[in-house]
């Protein structure tokens, strides 16, 4: 039988009864989450997702400014639609249809889904004027529209085209020196592309349409019946309205 010396005995006792040593906080003042808990003890939320972390390989969330322990999250981008702030402001629309004519147009756009055009037009007589708003509620890329357009053409010289053209009289073809119109439509339609750079658009109504012809044609008339005298006409600056179908077919480009 071998007796363990006295010595040894009084070592392992004082190591025993000795407390042991308190953890220290780290300097930054943060909570020593990665220290190991003791046998029993719950490890608490904090350890627990500081060890979720640590496994998957994410990166934690930044800290909130002036909020211990809080994190901030990222906005995220919902799929498909682009924040207004991203979508160009300036842009040029080319498009053709009736009453509009044929049109190049500057575009501004002030907010997401207002824009307002304005430019010159031509329709194979003279030369006018153009301007719009369209509103494109979504950014898609298939996208409705509803707008209104105001347009004015100038006076032009109709008569080379109606020079020898039958069934006008002779005296009524004055008239066709001076010819002007005006128009106002509001039209719904839809957008193909993208809402910030090139798109074809799509778009009918209907058009008040309003045609002048200034000056003062001649022309007579029969009286209808067997033996009666003929009636001299006499047409002075005759205006012409109607409400007319609108077509209107182009593209845009956003830059």
Wanted: aromatic share 10%; hydrophobic share 45%; no cysteine.
């Amino acid at each position: 039988m071998h007796l363990v010396p006295p010595a040894f005995v009084a070592i392992v006792a004082l190591a025993l009864a000795s407390p042991a040593a308190p953890q220290e906080a780290p300097a930054d003042g943060s909570s020593p989450l990665a220290a190991p808990a003791r046998q029993g003890e719950d490890p608490g939320p904090a350890a627990v997702q500081a060890s979720a972390v640590a496994l998957s390989g994410a990166p934690s969330p930044a800290p909130a400014p002036g909020v211990p322990g809080a994190s901030v999250l990222a906005p995220q981008a919902t799929p498909g639609i682009v924040p207004g702030s991203l979508l160009p402001h300036f842009g040029i629309l080319f498009a053709t249809g009736i009453p509009s004519g044929v049109g190049v147009s500057a575009v501004f756009r002030p907010a997401r889904a207002l824009r307002v055009t304005a430019g010159p037009a031509w329709n194979y007589a003279a030369w006018g004027i153009q301007g719009g708003v369209t509103l494109a509620p979504w950014s898609w890329g298939i996208t409705p529209t509803l707008g209104v357009e105001v347009g004015r053409f100038f006076d032009a010289d109709l008569s080379r085209f109606v020079r020898n053209a039958n069934g006008i009289p002779d005296g009524a073809k004055p008239l066709m020196q001076r010819v002007g119109y005006g128009y106002a439509a509001a039209m719904v339609g839809f957008e193909f592309g993208s809402q910030s750079g090139l798109a074809f658009f799509l778009r009918g109504g209907l058009a008040y349409f309003s045609l002048e012809a200034r000056g003062s044609g001649t022309t007579t008339t029969s009286g209808g019946t067997a033996g009666a005298n003929d009636a001299l006409v006499t047409l002075t600056d005759p205006r012409v309205r109607a409400t007319l179908p609108s077509l209107q077919l182009g593209m845009q480009y956003f830059f």
